[in-house]
């Protein structure tokens, strides 16, 4: 999986680095993907993250 964010709509709530913690940070009211490709054994926080994002600015692109 990889992990795609549309910077347009991205407003820095941080939902998705509170669901996906080591995936995702906050910063400059943004968020950065600190792992664009993460393992699978983080498939659910991942889709949490994806899934809560107030945005819909995250999207998981299967490889």
């Not at 549309?6 to 669901?19: A, Y």
């Not at 996906?20 to 993907?33: D, I, L, P, Q, R």
């Amino acid at each position: 999986m990889r992990i795609v964010v549309d910077r347009d709509l991205c407003q820095g709530h941080g939902v998705c680095e509170s669901e996906a913690e080591g995936v995702f940070t906050v910063s400059k009211n943004a968020v950065v993907v600190l792992d664009e490709t993460p393992p699978e054994t983080l498939r659910a926080q991942v889709e949490a993250a994806v899934k809560f994002c107030p945005t819909h600015a995250l999207r998981i692109e299967e490889d």
